[in-house]
């Protein structure tokens, strides 16, 4: 028997909880578009937003089938609240005109909307296949797992981190889709999010692995392959 499961950073839900919060999340996502219908609901804005709810289920269905190895130890909680405080942040920017960033500063265009939905759909492939590679060592936390390895298949064959590259690649998107402000502000606060904690995880892994993450280190990139 299958038993629902949602796991968002540290928080892990299961059974009936699981269901009751994916409800919730979707009920809230819809109903900000609702409330910004002339803004979302009725421009390109609402594939971008179709694409996240999808992403969500996604990543919570994953979570179900895949049983995460054991924690030895994590990084503290109060570093991951400020990791989801940046990341709602970054999603309420990105999602609602706020005043004073109100405004387009990206070219109307069919193109725009392709290219920005395009590299959300990338990215949302990418981040499947780099979790699937990953498979029971992923976590949403900076930590250390019982017979911890060092992935280096798939995408991990060419960046260190490609499921941040994919969230990453999500908000650009989905700010390249909108054309506002406000939206690029919401990307720059992911990225300033992703970067501290690049940061931290790079000192997590080189401390578990040394030597052989060094190496590692030394023939990838962060986040775009031959580039950075």
């Known amino acids: 028997m299958r038993v629902a499961v949602v796991q968002i950073g540290a928080l892990r839900l299961t059974g009936r909880a699981a269901v009751a919060a994916t409800l919730t999340l979707l009920v809230a996502i819809l109903a900000a578009l609702i409330y910004f219908r002339a803004r979302i609901l009725s421009s390109p804005l609402s594939i971008s937003a179709a694409l996240w709810i999808a992403f969500v289920v996604n990543w919570s269905v994953a979570a179900?089938?895949?049983?995460?190895?054991?924690?030895?130890?994590?990084e503290s909680r109060e570093s991951r609240r400020?990791?989801?405080?940046?990341?709602?942040?970054?999603?309420?920017?990105?999602?609602?005109?706020?005043p004073g960033l109100d405004r387009r500063i990206l070219p109307a265009g069919s193109w725009v909307v392709v290219l920005g939905i395009a590299i959300q759909v990338a990215s949302f492939g990418l981040a499947i296949f780099a979790r699937r590679h990953l498979g029971r060592f992923w976590s949403g936390e900076i930590t250390r797992k019982v017979g911890h390895e060092l992935i280096r298949s798939g995408p991990y064959r060419f960046v260190r981190h490609p499921i941040y590259t994919a969230m990453l690649g999500m908000f650009v998107g989905m700010a390249i889709v909108s054309g506002d402000l406000h939206a690029f502000v919401g990307a720059a606060v992911v990225t300033f999010a992703y970067w501290r904690k690049i940061r931290l995880e790079e000192k997590n892994l080189s401390e578990l692995f040394g030597a052989s993450y060094d190496e590692y280190r030394r023939t990838t990139r962060g986040l775009i392959p031959w580039v950075f």
């Open 64 to 74: 179900s089938k895949t049983a995460s190895a054991p924690t030895q130890s994590r």
């Open 82 to 98: 400020v990791h989801q405080r940046l990341l709602n942040l970054a999603m309420l920017l990105v999602f609602v005109p706020v």
